[in-house]
């Protein structure tokens, strides 16, 4: 069950990236990125996707997907070429054989209609982030599962995002509990639930209360943060007692002295989380 699941990786998370983990190891086959395009019915328009196939991909194979979504400001390259190295922090569990051969999508999630780029922080950029799971859900998996050999179903699909992305992945996850069975949050942005100062007056995308399941729920549910984040502060917390106050079970943790934009946080939840995803069947 899910409870037995995190019982279990409750006990195996770090809160420190080990140091080689990060590092873009000689004679390791990181997999191949491709950069490529969908078009998406729900904005009308063509939208950018790095795909990121595992060493050794093969057609006739099918692996699970992983969606990594970039926080405000950032676009499909941020979490691909950043400093935080998600790229090999993925591809050395799948070489150490400490996570299945997986694809990795890493998608553009500011998704308006109207403008290619975001231009402030307000609360029209915050709708546009917040439609992404419907750039998801409709256009984008089925453009993955189309093109690429790609397994399907809640076992093979999780959702992972930094900051705004990470606060997408958690809405991501109590929305659509049936597709995906892995969700991680990595300083998660505020403005899930509404009264939270820094969405201005978003008036958040879930009440407390939907916070929470019924008749099913992912097998994973990841948060982290550092314990000095001087961007979203206690709100990563706030998530965590909203969801123990509903019964919800997850994991969270905080990794000591690290702001929000810290290379080491942001790797430390990215290490936890893709060595747990796709194990709990």
């Known amino acids: 069950t899910p409870d037995e699941y995190m019982a279990q990786m409750q006990e195996q998370v770090v809160n420190r990236t080990p140091s080689l983990a990060t590092e873009n190891m000689f004679g390791t086959d990181y997999g191949t990125i491709e950069k490529v395009s969908y078009y998406s019915t729900t904005l009308e328009k063509d939208r950018n996707v790095n795909v990121l196939l595992p060493a050794g991909y093969d057609e006739d194979e099918r692996y699970p997907v992983l969606y990594i979504l970039h926080g405000y400001w950032g676009t499909e390259d941020s979490m691909v070429y950043g400093n935080d190295k998600t790229v090999e922090n993925v591809g050395n569990a799948i070489a150490n054989g400490e996570a299945k051969p997986m694809i990795v999508v890493f998608p553009y999630i500011f998704a308006s209609k109207d403008m290619d780029v975001v231009d402030a922080m307000n609360d029209v950029s915050n709708a546009a982030y917040d439609n992404f799971i419907n750039d998801l859900v409709t256009d984008l998996m089925p453009f993955i599962e189309s093109n690429y050999a790609a397994a399907t179903g809640k076992d093979n699909t999780a959702v992972f995002g930094f900051s705004m992305g990470g606060r997408e992945a958690l809405a991501i996850g109590f929305m659509y509990p049936d ?103």
Not at 228 to 240: A, M
């Open 179 to 281: 597709l995906f069975g892995y969700i991680g949050a990595d300083a998660p942005a505020p403005g899930l639930v509404p009264g939270q100062d820094w969405a201005l007056n978003h008036p958040g995308q879930l009440t407390e209360d939907e916070l929470s399941y019924t008749t099913e729920m992912p097998y994973l549910i990841m948060m982290g943060a550092g314990d000095s984040d001087g961007t979203v502060g206690s709100f990563p917390k706030t998530y965590h007692e909203i969801m123990e106050r509903n019964g919800v079970t997850h994991i969270w943790y905080e990794i000591p002295g690290e702001d929000h934009n810290s290379d080491k946080a942001i790797s430390s939840v990215t290490y936890n989380f893709c060595r747990y995803v796709f194990r709990a069947k």
